[in-house]
């Protein structure tokens, strides 16, 4: 393979467009912009839905491209909707590629050994996958309950195609603490998972000093968050939560390195369905959805950037 | 809705049929029997793999269906032949569906809150459920480490569908030991983990005394089964690992309750793949794959039910 090393490619995508901006394509039907449903707002059956969702991704990724690195499509909103959805998530990422953005595949994907290579074969491809499959990505996000050789699939796939792999640490939501935060002789079980994160990926740095293995941690917890980033110095954080879910730019702000680099910011909600919220309702409206998408993303692009340099 | 109680409808399944047995679907295009492949061995693309697969599962599902209860189909192996390998998931669920068999979709999903709506709705269907998707089973396997707002989205929906949840507990992979037997104030991760289950699925029992809400225990790991069963009295168990990975009837008796009901087991490898394999390879060979498949899954569906009833 000629790829170059997944976290030197991030961070050069993130150094060329000065962003840390990942644009969440979590398509729900029942949100999409008027323009893109029946007149009477119901989506006849799936395939309709999965028809308008590509239509919709097609404008979102046209209006993010400028200032985002990378959009996350969440396989969930695309499965649900069955087959045709399933087409859709190939749509998207082939949709963000043309437009030079790199793709995270948000799958949340786990098993054991041969059955996780399966997986990593559908998401990073590499030479064991029997076929090119339609939902290859830059990076998909995996669990890591299973353990090492629940994660090594992955890796090793991501390693041999020049891809990356981000491994859930501590999530952004409310009741993570019910696993995550318990008492592992002395610390919680989300540092044991960083540590072993951090171990994991430690033969596949990039020249950047980066793993393509890297890790989830939700802009929900920025004390928590601060911590991990010491704990995992080489290892991409793929954060969650800004926006929609209550992360600003305080919460966000440990994730970086000293060099304003080392992490990726998602938002989903508060840029794909920016019209309808504060203050792009206000500017823009339903109308002009387009153009309240794009200075959503530019301003969280600037926000965060200029924050952090 | 008027279908029965998951754990009540699985209880009654088992009883009938006198079996506790579950046929993996694990169909690995490589070792799909010559009859189903093209003359020089290799597939020439993802479709046509994943017809080959349709035919097997089809064939698979008719030689079964009189000794086991349901059938589990793992989404990986489809997932990696892309569109295509979908269409295989959706009509290997509708082939088992026709042959009698419940379809336990070995998904292994997990995310929050709304995300976690959504994937319940691919796999589990639902009022809420945005259209009838392709993947609907009568039951999906979910990974804990997220928490109960990961988990609840699925169970309140299995339990207005009359469906079922198996949430990991104690997998059958040798690393699972790194994060699930960690410490975690005198007890190892996966007792926590088996606490919350039995907690969470409390207030959804059926007649049986059983929940809707099910763990996965892993048939490698016979001591630590004997013990959750105990922890988790009103929790079907779904215990994968039997034959090809080492379990066998020692491993799983533990598994089960007093009346030999409570759990059900797993075997992929062991019975779609039995003409490779002693002592059917010498019985049958590949010419009788058909029959060597047959003959598995009687014979385990004896063993474990003669043993325990």
């Known amino acids: 393979m000629t790829r170059p090393h997944f976290g030197d490619a991030l961070t050069a995508a993130m150094r060329h467009k000065q962003s840390q901006v990942v644009v969440g394509l979590d398509p729900r039907p029942e949100r999409l912009p008027d323009e893109l449903r029946p007149a009477d707002g119901a989506f006849g059956d799936a395939p309709a839905a999965a028809e308008a969702i590509k239509a919709f991704n097609e404008a ?16 969930a909103f695309y499965e649900q909707l069955g087959c045709a959805g399933m087409e859709a998530y190939a749509h998207a990422i082939a949709v963000a590629r ?7 595949g948000d799958a949340k994907r786990n098993d054991i050994a041969s059955t996780a290579a ?33 994660v090594r699939p992955f890796l090793e796939t991501a390693a041999a195609t020049g891809r990356g792999v981000f491994a859930l640490v501590k999530t952004s939501n409310r009741s993570s603490a019910e696993l995550q935060d318990l008492d592992c002789g002395g610390a919680p079980l989300y540092e044991q998972v960083a540590d072993l994160v951090e171990e994991w990926g430690a033969a596949y740095r990039g020249h950047e000093g ?42 966000v702000k440990g994730a970086f390195d000293a060099d304003g680099l080392g992490a990726v910011v998602n938002s989903s909600r508060g840029i794909i369905f920016a019209w309808e919220q504060a203050p792009y309702d206000q500017a823009y409206g339903p109308g002009r959805w387009r153009d309240a998408i794009r200075a959503a993303a530019a301003d969280m692009r600037g926000i965060l950037w200029d924050a952090t340099h």
Chains 1, 2 share one sequence.
């Open 60 to 75: 979102v990724v046209e209006q993010v491209a400028e200032f985002a690195v990378a959009v996350k499509p969440q396989v």
């Open 118 to 150: 399966a997986y990593a074969a559908a998401h990073l491809g590499g030479a064991d996958a029997p076929f090119a499959s339609d939902f290859v990505a830059d990076a998909v996000t995996i669990n890591p309950y299973l353990g090492s050789d629940g």
């Open 210 to 251: 980066y793993s393509c293995l890297g890790a989830v941690v939700g802009a929900t917890y920025p004390e928590e968050l601060v911590r991990l980033r010491g704990l995992m110095p080489h290892t991409l954080l793929l954060v969650p939560g800004f926006g929609a879910q209550g992360g600003d730019l305080d919460s």
């Open 98 to 104: 043309a437009h030079g953005l790199m793709v995270i």
